[in-house]
């Protein structure tokens, strides 16, 4: 009799995590549905609604070879953009412990936002979902273990809101319209390979450092001082994606892969790897 007690158990223990797992999936789903309607509400029309050439003039010489390379006259302007990734994530602030992660993430290019919704598989049964976002000028960045465990919900700060707006302006390579000068952002020469670029969210202002190919084509983008987490505590610290493998798609250049690293004092530190497995735009009317 007893054997049949034990087995009873067992299956209603599997039975339970079955349903803790679903429960915690549906959770997550509902939370990155609220957080891209929210998005959807702050957006605004994206003008004009094609790329003309003309708005070159007067770039610095790098920036005007980028986009002579990746579009063409009459590319209609990114509105939306849907991103699906597979990669592997750095979970030591210090050494090596990759872990593979797929995600998906919504982008709308005006006004500046993104929803970013990943899980880590951290083991065969254990995963953490993650929602990575900037939405009306705020930055969201939560974890849960199994959708149910926070383990991370970063409050909301300017720090916060500016990191964010970085990975916004760094991916920007994935739908390369919204650096255009008519999408509010300013360019500056540096040298004859790299120029800076700002943009204005709200009341976030930041500049990035762009680094071109001598095939006119985004190497690198690199910032002096991000917000990096350490125990607790945010220190500015420099930060650089780096770019590659470009394909054609919906009518522009984009890379499939790249990089994402902290710049240590003992040398760098990625903690992002990933590659673009699909992608789809919303290009504006």
């Known amino acids: 009799m007893w054997w049949k007690i034990t087995i009873t158990v067992a299956i209603l223990l599997v039975c339970l995590i079955w349903l803790a797992l679903l429960y915690g999936a549906k959770r997550r789903q509902s939370v990155t549905r609220t957080l891209q309607v929210t998005m959807e509400a702050a957006r605004t029309p994206v003008t004009p609604g094609a790329y003309d050439p003309r708005e070159l003039e007067g770039l610095p010489a790098p920036v005007q070879r980028y986009f002579h390379t990746v579009l063409q006259e009459g590319q209609p302007l990114v509105a939306a953009v849907s991103v699906e990734h597979t990669g592997t994530l750095n979970m030591s602030d210090t050494g090596e412990h990759w872990k593979p992660f797929t995600s998906r993430q919504h982008v709308i290019t005006r006004r500046p936002g993104f929803v970013w919704d990943a899980r880590i598989r951290l083991a065969p049964a254990i995963s953490v979902f993650v929602n990575d976002a900037y939405i009306a000028g705020k930055g969201i960045l939560t974890a849960a273990v199994a959708g149910l465990v926070p383990v991370l919900n970063q409050p909301h700060s300017p720090e916060l ?125």
């Not at 003992?266 to 992608?279: K, L, N, S, V």
Request: hydrophobic share 40%; proline share 6%; with cysteine.
């Open 161 to 285: 809101a500016e990191g964010e707006l970085m990975r916004f302006f760094a991916e920007a390579a994935w739908y390369p319209t919204a650096l255009l000068p008519s999408q509010g952002v300013i360019w500056e020469v540096v040298d004859d390979s790299s120029a800076k670029a700002t943009l204005k969210d709200g009341n976030t202002m930041l500049s990035l450092l762009f680094r071109f190919t001598v095939n006119g084509l985004i190497e690198s983008v690199y910032v002096e001082a991000r917000g990096r987490s350490v125990a607790g505590t945010v220190i500015p610290t420099p930060w650089e994606g780096r770019w590659r493998n470009y394909e054609q798609c919906g009518g522009m250049r984009i890379p499939l892969e790249g990089e994402v690293a902290w710049l240590l004092p003992d040398g760098p530190h990625p903690y992002w790897r990933g590659r673009i497995t699909t992608i789809s735009y919303e290009f504006a009317e």
